[in-house]
């Protein structure tokens, strides 16, 4: 078993760090995509668990989308992006500015696409 496990997270280390984004299989509803450790490098205090996205969830530090992180966040707190707080920080970061135009591009594409399923 020992190997098993070595060998199964040697796997997911080279996949998470390769820089493609391979999405979760249904047989391994635990294993995150490639995207949430590279969301761990980049917001750096969330996304801890390497290949268990359930320690993140459990513990609360898992990146929410509707947040505003940046090098001062821990455990996974962010004030919410509608904040006056995040508003404070989204002035002053160009990094997080640009974090929020992108998220907010995101959840556009998403609801159109909730939309979208809802009337089929």
């Avoid at 490098?41 to 940046?70: A, E, P």
């Avoid at 962010?78 to 160009?94: N, R």
């Amino acid at each position: 078993p020992f190997y098993a496990v070595a060998l199964y997270n040697y796997y997911h280390g080279i996949i998470d760090h390769s820089g493609i984004n391979f999405k979760g299989q249904w047989w391994q509803p635990w294993q995150p995509d490639a995207q949430f450790h590279d969301e761990h490098h980049q917001f750096f205090h969330c996304n801890y668990g390497f290949n268990m996205s359930l320690w993140d969830k459990f513990h609360g530090t898992m990146r929410k989308i509707n947040r505003v992180y940046t090098e001062e966040t821990f455990h996974g707190e962010a004030p919410l992006i509608d904040s006056v707080e995040a508003k404070k920080i989204i002035e002053t970061d160009s990094d997080a500015k640009e974090f929020v135009e992108k998220t907010k591009g995101i959840e556009a594409v998403n609801t159109s696409k909730d939309i979208l399923n809802s009337k089929q």
